[in-house]
């Protein structure tokens, strides 16, 4: 599925560091107000260095702002989702965007 048209641009905001060493950061808004942030290459130890991890959020401003809070309340399973490739953050999003 093509996620793309979902894509938040909330880089210019994001205070968390997770851009620092090249990783790859994207935040997604689902028409039902769930999202997603995906970052790549995982700070914590012991996680696959060449996969993802997938953070359920939910909205709770319209566009522009973007404001958005981690969702207790998980489309997915556990509170972040650990993906080793690509294949399975898409699934992942399409869970969180049916939710």
Request: hydrophobic residues 35%; glycine residues 8%; contains cysteine.
């Amino acid at each position: 599925m093509d996620f793309e048209k979902y894509e938040a641009d909330l880089n210019a905001k994001c205070v968390c560091g997770c851009m620092d060493g090249n990783r790859f950061h994207k935040t997604y808004r689902f028409p039902n107000d769930y999202g997603a942030s995906v970052v790549s290459n995982p700070k914590t130890a012991g996680r696959n260095p060449g996969g993802f991890m997938v953070l359920p959020i939910k909205f709770i401003t319209p566009r522009p702002e973007n404001e958005y809070v981690i969702e207790m309340e998980q489309p997915i399973e556990g509170l972040a989702v650990e993906c080793k490739d690509w294949a399975e953050v898409e699934v992942s999003l399409a869970k969180i965007m049916n939710h």
